[in-house]
């Protein structure tokens, strides 16, 4: 049986990213990216995710737009051996805790 990655919580999932350990993988396809993002996130669409890019690199907070690809993401990830997590509810939930999102350009964006 594969392992299963557990779910945060955005509260959670910011105290982890307080860590410099801790990287935030988000998952969504390159419009939904462009949108708007975490600042500070890493982007590597689903069906473009390498475990491999990620060995040794601490654990990993996979986000979507609600969490169901990238429950799926980390999955995969965990069962090639990587500390990941998902982040429940995704850049949704994120967006309504308050957390702001933004363009590659630096100006605010929007959950896509």
Do not use: Q, Y
């Amino acid at each position: 049986m594969s392992p299963k990655a557990p779910d945060v919580d955005v509260a959670r999932a910011v105290v982890m990213l307080s860590r410099g350990d801790v990287t935030l993988l988000d998952v969504r396809e390159d419009d939904e990216w462009a949108a708007g993002h975490a600042a500070n996130a890493r982007h590597m669409p689903v069906g473009d995710l390498d475990p491999s890019a990620f060995a040794g690199s601490g654990t990993v907070v996979v986000t979507c737009r609600s969490g169901n690809r990238s429950r799926k993401a980390a999955a995969l990830l965990a069962n090639a051996g990587i500390d990941a997590v998902n982040l429940d509810g995704g850049m949704k939930a994120w967006a309504e805790a308050g957390h702001p999102l933004v363009r590659d350009d630096g100006a605010p964006g929007t959950v896509a």
